[in-house]
T-cell receptor, first 113, second 114 residues
Framework: KQEVTQIPAALSVPEGENLVLNCSFT??????LQWFRQDPGKGLTSLLLIQSSQREQTSGRLNASLDKSSGRSTLYIAASQPGDSATYLCAVLWMDSSYKLIFGSGTRLLVRP | ETGVTQSPTHLIKTRGQQVTLRCSSQ?????VSWYQQALGQGPQFIFQ???????GRGNFPPRFSGLQFPNYSSELNVNALELDDSALYLC?????????????FGDGTRLSIL
């Protein structure tokens, strides 16, 4: 069974810290992996998308890595700011016999001023 | 460029009723996906439509059905509503399937079942 797990469920850090969010998945035959941000009461904003053939993607202060063999991805946020406070979701796409996009439960991040 | 818009933003129904949720895709996008997000959980994939045909379905019963129209707007219909259907329903659009392009999400419809 294909599953996606995110650890930790919640994280509180002081402003300026570098931090890492973790995502693990079963079944390494993924098509791609995507990181999203969700603000309270809002939809999802795509942050980074990593194809199965890629190792990492970067956008500004964000860097996402992918290690298919170990079934892991990390989202690294440099120099965190209070505006980074949100829930971060990892989603993995498998496309074998059918289309399966599975989300983790998210990490709730609070950056304290 | 117009983003993904969903209507209504909030809705209250009672058990056994039927509901239709609407989504207007981002301009130029021909693929739409629908998700159910329970409180404190990640979204769960309901189904995807590509060029007006269902092109993938998650583990949801047949009382969850959908439509995609020629202008790529979409509807999610749920029959015989149950208490567990209370959730945030999210619509996302993308170009030519979601395999290589990121999805763009609307802000969702909050559905409450009494």
């Amino acid at each position: 069974k294909q599953e996606v797990t995110q650890i930790p469920a919640a994280l509180s850090v002081p402003e300026g810290e570098n931090l890492v969010l973790n995502c693990s998945f079963t079944d390494s035959a993924i098509y791609n992996l995507q990181w999203f941000r969700q603000d309270p009461g809002k939809g999802l904003t795509s942050l980074l998308l990593i194809q199965s053939s890629q190792r990492e993607q970067t956008s500004g202060r964000l860097n996402a890595s992918l290690d298919k063999s170990s079934g892991r991805s990390t989202l690294y946020i440099a120099a965190s700011q209070p505006g980074d406070s949100a829930t971060y979701l990892c989603a993995v796409l498998w496309m074998d016999s059918s289309y399966k996009l599975i989300f983790g439960s998210g990490t709730r991040l609070l950056v304290r001023p | 460029e117009t983003g993904v818009t969903q209507s209504p933003t909030h809705l209250i129904k009672t058990r056994g009723q039927q509901v239709t949720l609407r989504c207007s895709s981002q301009s130029g996008h021909n693929t739409v996906s629908w998700y159910q997000q329970a409180l404190g959980q990640g979204p769960q994939f309901i189904f995807q439509y590509y060029r007006e045909e269902e092109n993938g379905r998650g583990n949801f019963p047949p009382r969850f059905s959908g439509l995609q129209f020629p202008n790529y707007s979409s509807e999610l219909n749920v029959n015989a509503l149950e208490l567990d259907d209370s959730a945030l329903y999210l619509c996302a659009s993308s170009i030519q399937g979601i395999g290589n392009q990121p999805q763009h999400f609307g802000d969702g419809t909050r559905l409450s079942i009494l």
